[in-house]
Nanobody, 111 residues
Framework: VRLVQSGGGWVQPGGSLRLSCVAS????????MSWYRQAPGKERELVAR????????TYVDFVKGRFTISRDNDKNTVYLQMNSLKPEDTAVYYC?????WGQGTQVTVSS
């Protein structure tokens, strides 16, 4: 199982970014996919997850209404669209499934 992330970077407060995670080595459409994040000095925390078919999505309270998780099973890719970003969203973001993690992508929100 391999998860390769892209996207992220620096953005001003209120801006948007999209993260992508391309999966290989397993039947992508059969597995739940998740995004986590880890801020400096804090534990890694769940951000959002999406079912294999994409019909069920779960968000933690601090991103509801701002972030959207989606997936394209034809491309073996899961996305995290992040809007209305806040400085407290600054963290390294990871995609995850089963026992595998992406390499992490830095997201920095500052003016």
């Amino acid at each position: 199982v391999r998860l390769v992330q892209s996207g992220g970077g620096w953005v001003q407060p209120g801006g948007s970014l999209r993260l992508s995670c391309v999966a290989s080595g397993f039947t992508f459409s059969s597995l739940l996919m998740s995004w986590y994040r880890q801020a400096p000095g804090k534990e890694r925390e769940l951000v959002a997850r999406i079912s294999g078919g994409g019909g069920a999505r779960t968000y933690v309270d601090f991103v509801k209404g701002r972030f959207t998780i989606s997936r394209d099973n034809d491309k073996n890719t899961v996305y995290l669209q992040m809007n209305s970003l806040k400085p407290e969203d600054t963290a390294v973001y990871y995609c995850q499934t089963v026992n595998s993690w992406g390499q992490g992508t830095q997201v920095t929100v500052s003016s």
